[in-house]
């Protein structure tokens, strides 16, 4: 007998980012663990995932057999290497592992794609390694945050639909950042092939930019003060090496042209003015109440579907809500100028540096 089944959790869109708790595969999730001590962590960082979600890539499933081992940095600890035996992906899934440690100084973040131990896995049909490298479709990775601050709880702001406060670090802008860099932002052999003298010369970053845009001195990152087009008055990326404590910064479009020039098929509603649903170069009340008349609906190109998801959905209004009151410049002329101001300010205000490495190469196995 054949079955045909329509289930709910047929994908819509193209991937699925699935969240693996470290402490729950090393053994019990206890207090001390960041995401046991901070279970609403754990839904902003998922709420945060949504953002990658309507990628269209098709990844190939990854089977348990034959043996292969996943490679990644211990999102608990940062130093060690992990090393799983045969895991089983699914196709179009990513896993990443999280966890939390107290990282050195204003670091708060660390993430990276996962491996094998000697190259970055192939799922797709372009090339992921080397200097032709222009795809990238890792079978996941990890991602850490900071647990403490000088000994003291580190004092994040988890709640995704409100701003932090003064002197709060924003838990979801560090997932953006974080999560970018797992896909290959600053990390991918097919970002750094772009990467001309700290010039980034995507094809579609320079689409959108009209200009190839600068990265920081490492590489990883834009450089400091980068905002992003086409608004006329441009948001700062989530992507630079520091960001202000007690702000909160989201994925602009020029952070989704960088992606989608390192490989991603990232839908062109995520390169033009974001969470402006009637596509009428500004984000206001008529948006939202075309969002409110055609939320449910599912299907191919439509307009209320912001980010491109296949679906009117709750990210669709948060996207709304976030760019709420922009609008896009009649002239898209775009340079990427560090702002003045910025400098001082991260003085002034403290600073949090984020940081990614590539994992470290490996030298042993356990
Ligand atoms: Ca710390
Ligand atoms: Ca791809
Ligand atoms: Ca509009
Ligand atoms: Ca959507
Ligand atoms: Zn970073």
Redo the contacts with the bound molecule.
């Keep these: 007998m054949i079955v045909l089944v329509w289930s709910s959790t047929i994908s819509l869109h193209g991937i699925t980012i699935e969240i693996r708790r470290m402490c729950d595969h090393g053994g019990t999730c206890e207090a001390g663990d960041f995401f046991f001590d901070h279970p609403e962590a754990l839904d902003a960082l998922r709420f945060a995932t949504r953002a990658f979600e309507p990628f269209s890539d098709t990844l190939l499933a990854i089977p348990s057999t034959p043996g292969w081992t996943a490679t990644f940095e211990n999102p608990d600890n940062g130093i060690e290497t992990i090393q799983l035996q045969n895991l089983s992906v699914p196709a179009n899934t990513l896993i990443l592992y999280a966890g939390g440690y107290d990282m050195p100084g204003n670091q708060v973040?660390e993430a990276g794609p996962g491996k094998t131990p000697a190259f970055t896995l192939n799922r797709g049909s372009g090339v992921v390694t080397g200097p032709t490298a222009n795809d990238f479709t890792p079978w996941g990775g990890s991602i850490a945050f900071d647990t403490l601050d000088n000994g003291a709880p580190r004092n994040w702001h988890f709640d995704v639909d409100t701003l932090p406060a003064p002197g709060e670090i924003d838990f979801l802008t560090i997932a953006f950042?974080?999560l970018s860099?797992a896909f290959g932002f600053?990390t991918a052999p097919s970002f750094d092939n772009l990467n001309s003298s700290g010039q980034f010369q995507g094809a579609a970053t320079i689409q959108l930019a009209q200009s190839t845009v600068s990265l920081a001195a490492d590489g990883?990152?834009w450089a400091s003060g980068t905002t992003s087009p086409p608004y006329a008055d441009p948001p700062l990326s989530a992507?630079t090496?520091s960001l202000v404590l007690g702000r909160r910064r989201v994925l602009t479009p020029l952070d989704y042209a960088a992606l989608a020039d390192l490989g991603w098929q990232v839908p062109d509603k995520l390169l033009g003015l974001l969470g402006d649903i009637d596509d009428d170069g500004n984000i206001d009340g008529r948006d939202f109440l075309r969002w409110q008349r055609s939320v449910g609906n599912t299907g191919v190109g439509l307009l209320e579907d912001a980010d491109g998801s296949l679906e009117v959905d709750d990210y669709d209004l948060w996207l709304w809500q976030t760019n709420y009151g922009r609008k896009t410049t009649s002239n898209s002329s775009f340079a990427a100028v560090p702002e003045p101001c910025t400098i001082p300010l991260l003085f002034l205000s403290g600073i949090s540096i984020?940081?990614?490495r590539p994992l470290r190469q490996i030298s042993r196995y356990r």
């Design positions: 973040g950042h974080e860099h600053g990883n990152h992507l090496a984020l940081r990614c």
